[in-house]
Nanobody
């Protein structure tokens, strides 16, 4: 599976951003897609994931559904992460990853290169 993330950039505090992750190659219809982020000097953290077949989502600790929205469009083989009301602490490199099957909380098989989101105060 090849993943291409896009949609990052420099945004102002309070704005929203929608990141896209276009997938190609092997099917992962029995698995799902997750979003992670890594801020400077910090460990990579899981934001959440979406089961590809059902669109069921779950979110990691400290990532609430009112600010982080994960979705997908099967017809476009693309996943999305929308972040609402951006704060400077949301500045990070955002990654998408795909798992072909199984528990979406477990390690992922394929990773995109990441897209940078920088939030100005």
């Amino acid at each position: 599976v090849q993943l291409q993330a896009s949609g990052g950039g420099l945004v102002q505090t309070g704005a929203s951003v929608r990141l896209s992750c276009a997938a190609s190659g092997r099917s992962f219809s029995n698995g799902g897609m997750a979003w992670f982020r890594q801020a400077p000097g910090q460990e990579r953290r899981m934001i959440g994931a979406i089961r590809w077949s059902t669109a069921n989502t779950f979110y990691g600790d400290s990532f609430t559904r009112d600010r982080f929205i994960i979705s997908r469009d099967i017809t476009k083989s693309t996943g999305y992460l929308q972040v609402i009301n951006l704060k400077p602490e949301d500045t990070a490199t955002y990654y998408c990853a795909v798992k072909e099957y199984g528990n979406l909380a477990q390690p992922y098989d394929y990773w995109g290169r990441g897209t940078q989101v920088t939030v100005s105060s």
